[in-house]
């Protein structure tokens, strides 16, 4: 069987999951360096989310570490049923929760008189692109996956 790259046990999926777990973690530290966050609704879910795919992201990254040093990928079809599911599951919140954050903070700026001060406002739109690189690495990792299963 030919070698995808992406695909769960290589090392290039090992650096899709890094950058996930390293956008999601930016996203999530420039929303909460901000003690406002929990006034809106958008900007709850965006942590939650985040919460979620940091400890997915590392797990993963984890299992290929592990399948790039011992040259031996873990590729049974129901262990990548749950990974490909879950990668799309936790893919599409992340593309909510970023185009509902970056929904709010465009009304708050356009609103007339701004009800975000613009220091906050910056926090806000710079959380809101690190999830939407969070996605993005999300679904190239989940399409790579999901490539490969019919192939098992």
């Known amino acids: 069987m030919d070698e995808l790259p992406g695909a769960l046990g290589t090392s290039a999926s090992l650096s899709l999951r890094m950058g ?3 956008f999601s973690f930016a996203a999530l530290l420039f929303m909460c360096l901000d003690v406002e966050f929990y006034s809106y609704t958008a900007f709850c879910f965006l942590v939650t989310v985040m919460g ?4 997915w992201s590392l797990t993963l990254a984890v299992v290929d570490a592990y399948s790039v040093l011992v040259k031996c990928p873990l590729r049974q079809p129901g262990i990548m049923l749950v990974i490909i599911i879950g990668d799309w599951v936790l893919s599409l ?5 970023a185009c509902s954050t970056a929904g709010v903070t465009d009304l708050l700026l356009n609103i007339n008189g701004s009800h975000c001060p613009a220091r906050f406002c910056s926090r806000y739109q710079l ?3 690190m999830a939407f690189l969070s996605w993005f690495l999300s679904l190239a990792s989940s399409l ?7 192939s098992l």
């Open 127 to 129: 959380s809101a692109a």
């Open 93 to 97: 919140l992340s593309l909510a929760s």
């Open 144 to 150: 790579f996956n999901l490539w490969l299963l019919p």
């Open 52 to 55: 979620l795919v940091i400890p």
């Open 20 to 22: 996930q777990t390293i």
